[in-house]
């Protein structure tokens, strides 16, 4: 019995690795999972913001995602409810103390771009769909990701917020490789 | 500890007078108001965007004015709640709220006052989940918020004028 459950947990684990095969696409999928990004790139009618947790034993990093305080919504563009707009309290910049976060148009993803809970899978095809990406073919999605001040923002989040794995300039990088591989997408 | 930015000289638009200042850039707009220009009806609450105490109008949308720093407004038009009064709708909203007594302590309301005339403009008969979504924003210890949405379906109907 032990052994059965042993043995069916190895073997699960060695298909898991396998079907986890490293995948050019991997890197991407890992800053784009970040909540740096997922935050405002959510399925749901609000943002969220995130708590970072060390395991003390393992020192394991994880966060912990909530809705937004203050309750406040999408709204039908992402710029927040009519007059209460994101812009309200998220400036141009960072404040100075760094408490709140602030870039030029603060806002959500359109629902279009929710990545939250999608395998590397989905969300390798979600960001290639001109459909839902708000057009962009590879090329603009390379410089979007190398020149929005949002997306800029997330390697400069201020206060002690995390930064997305890679340094700004690697992940383009990355992501060129990828591009230039023909932008596949891995299975799952 | 971070050293602020060297003052400069800054034109700005209050309430529609120009008004002179120098001021570090990075100056918070609300300690500008209430303490260059002596306008302290904008209340410190948290100065971390959190509360709404400090809500003015930019251009007519509500802002924290504690984590607005100056340079951001320069060349817009600020409305504190100093002015409201001057707009037919501002004059509206002080009636009701005097006739409803809808503050208690009343410290958060120059800020709730603030959000609802710029969600009347917008949306003239919001429904109570508009009116969440819009003062979301805005809290009051005191719990005032039955009177605050009483106070703007009132106005809705056109009360007050
Ligand atoms: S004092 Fe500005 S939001 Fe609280
Ligand atoms: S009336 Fe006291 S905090 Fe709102």
């Known amino acids: 019995m032990i052994r059965t459950a042993l043995v069916t947990g190895l073997l699960g684990a060695a298909l898991n690795v396998a079907a986890q095969a490293p995948h050019s696409f991997d890197p991407i999928a890992e800053v784009l999972q970040h909540p740096r990004c997922l935050n405002c790139h959510t399925f749901t009618e609000y943002p969220t913001q995130s708590r970072k947790m060390v395991d003390p034993i393992s020192g394991e990093v994880s966060y912990l995602r909530f809705r937004h305080a203050q309750q406040v919504i999408r709204g039908e563009k992402g710029f927040g409810a009519p007059t209460l707009q994101c812009g309200a309290c998220h400036q141009d910049e960072n404040v100075a103390d760094g408490k709140v976060p602030g870039a030029p148009h603060w806002h959500l993803a359109p629902l279009s771009m929710g990545w939250e809970g999608l395998n590397r899978g989905e969300l390798c095809e979600t960001l290639k769909d001109t459909d839902k990406n708000g057009g962009r073919d590879l090329a603009a999605l390379v410089k979007h990701m190398e020149e929005d001040a949002l997306v800029l923002w997330g390697w400069t989040p201020g206060g002690d917020r995390d930064t997305p794995p890679y340094a700004h300039a690697d992940f383009i990088d990355l992501l060129k490789l990828w591009v230039a591989a023909g932008a596949p997408c891995p299975t799952n | ?161």
């Not at chain 2, 105490?53 to 320069?74: L, M, S």
């Not at chain 2, 009064?85 to 302590?105: D, I, K, Y």
């Not at chain 2, 924003?137 to 703007?152: D, F, H, L």
């Open chain 2, 1 to 161: 500890m971070t050293t602020p930015a060297p003052r400069e000289t800054f034109a700005l638009s209050v309430n529609g007078r120009v008004e002179q200042t120098d001021v570090s850039p990075d100056k918070p707009l609300l300690w500008v108001l209430r303490d260059e220009l002596d306008l302290k009806g904008s209340k410190y609450g948290c100065g971390r965007a959190l509360c709404g105490a400090c809500t003015v109008h930019v251009d007519g949308q509500p802002t924290r004015a504690c984590v607005t720093p100056v340079k951001a407004v320069a060349g817009k038009s600020v409305t504190t709640i100093e002015a409201l009064s001057e707009t037919e709708l501002g004059a509206r909203v002080q009636r009701a709220w005097t006739s409803l007594n809808v503050p208690q302590c009343g410290y958060c309301q120059s800020g709730q006052i603030m959000a609802v005339v710029a969600l009347l403009k917008a949306i003239p008969a919001p429904t109570d989940p508009q009116i969440d979504e819009a003062l979301s924003g805005n809290i009051c210890r005191c719990g005032m918020y039955p009177r605050i949405r009483k106070a703007v379906h009132e106005l809705a109907a056109g009360g007050f004028a």
